[in-house]
């Protein structure tokens, strides 16, 4: 793939910086200069850091030095197998950022306009970003830095790549939720970075997730969850009347449930995916925006917008077990694969809080924009593949 003009672009260089916790019981300081090791890497091939060569910064900009404690945590709350990237959309900062998790190390960026959402296929190889202040996903190419501008439609919210990585779904909000505005649904042959197609859902869809099979996808939208026939691109049902707009939306690793976030009511639902009928409901905060759900699918994670923090649920009982603190108005949330990590996105904060779930606290934090400019770096929106 490439650039408009046909010649592959390079992926920008950015610098972050990473802060240990300030307390066990999760609160983050990004406070005065520490001395300690500086965050360095140089995104070259493979996203491997070079040694001492900075990575230059606009969106994340380093307001304190990486501390030897918060690279011992981050390395040792990665798990077995830290081999993956997170991929963080900073909307209101114009990028999306690369992190190799491993190295605890920011490796490199994709410019964008108000990216919301970025998914990954399977095997790292290719990105998909809702680029939601234009008409287009961007395809970029994480090795390379090669990319491709794939027109869909007005200010496109989310997009969702399948499990087996041959379908790519995009939100298409319009910009409007009242008449005129989006209902569609764009669908991307990864082959060929091309829209084949729409599907009709609701008024302002939000966000897509696929069941594990990779049969269905699951869309949020202002009247309801819409079921679509991956085979198909049919809609085979509508899930309406669930007391308030939905918005976050996640799928339990058999397939068998649907976690969403209700934010007009402060609830988690619980539904079943054969029948569409809510099985379960639980308050989670102030205007729940995103929710996650662990690997192995006992636990979930919501991010509570209004109340800056994160409630810990157990899947099967939907009980409240644990209250996270994290940054202002948390609106993004994602489980690392080997499920150890939850990477909690703060819209106002302009920071990631990033939680070890062995002990259900805040281990450290990536910080965002310089001085008081902190919507500079809105994250929006997390995806871990493995290394590119």
Known sequence: MSADNGTPRRLGRRRATI???????????????????????????????????PVASAGWTSRTALTKAALTAISKAAGPDPDYYAYVAASTGDEVVEVNVAAAAIVGEISTDTADGVAATPDGSELYIADTGQYYVLAANPATGAETKIEVGPYPQDVAVSPSGNLVYATVTGGDTGPGGSNAVAVIDPATNTVTGDITVGTAPRQVVFSPNGSAAYVTTETGIYVIDTATSAVTQVIPDLGGSPQGIAVSPDGSALYVTNPDAGTLLKISAATGRIIGSTPAGAEPQAVAVTPNGSTLYVA?????????????????????????????????????????????????????????????????????????????????????
């Open 19 to 53: 802060v240990a916790a300030a307390t066990a019981a999760g609160l983050v300081v990004i406070g005065a200069p520490i001395t300690a090791m500086a965050l360095t890497g140089t995104f070259a091939g493979h996203g491997t850091p070079a040694a001492n060569a």
């Open 304 to 388: 509570d917008m209004n109340s800056d923090s994160v409630s810990v649920i157990d899947a099967a009982t939907l009980r409240v077990t644990g209250t996270i603190s994290v940054g202002r108005l948390p609106m993004s949330v994602a489980v690392s694969p080997d499920g150890s990590q939850v990477w909690v996105g703060n819209g106002f904060s302009g920071s990631v809080s990033i939680i070890a779930t062995a002990a259900n606290s805040v281990i450290a934090t990536v910080g965002g924009g310089p001085g008081t400019s902190t919507l500079d770096a809105a994250i929006t929106g997390i995806a871990f593949a493995p290394a590119p």
